[in-house]
């Protein structure tokens, strides 16, 4: 009977534990500009980008410490999430939209 019980209660144990939903970061929107990393409080981790405008095309640039571009990317209207790039300190974003975009 010990045995039942343990064996349920790893059951129940992994159960809950894989229903857990992770919490994320709070959404932030970027509207037209240059932003430091560093000075956008994200978390670490995989971050996606999103434009949200129903008409406007969006532009993301990030470019590392050296000034190197590492990442560059045209957002369609309304479109999907995309993954970016781990983002590091000394990380500059540069966004160019008339109405912004979402980095979760």
């Known amino acids: 009977m010990k045995k039942y019980m343990l064996a349920f209660l790893i059951f129940l144990l992994l159960i809950f ?4 939903i992770p919490v994320g970061a709070e959404p932030k929107t970027l ?3 240059f932003y430091k990393v560093e000075d956008l409080n994200l978390s670490k981790g995989v971050h996606t980008v999103q434009n949200a405008s129903p008409t406007d095309y969006a532009f993301i640039a990030i470019f590392d410490s050296n000034q190197l571009t590492r990442q560059y990317m045209r957002l369609d209207p309304q479109s999907a999430k995309y993954t970016l790039i781990p983002l590091e ?5 540069i966004v160019s939209s008339k109405s912004g975009i979402i980095i979760n």
Do not use: K
Not at 17 to 20: E, I, V
Not at 89 to 93: L, M, Y
């Open 17 to 20: 534990h894989m229903l857990t």
């Open 31 to 33: 509207n037209q500009g």
């Open 89 to 93: 300190t000394g990380f500059d974003i």
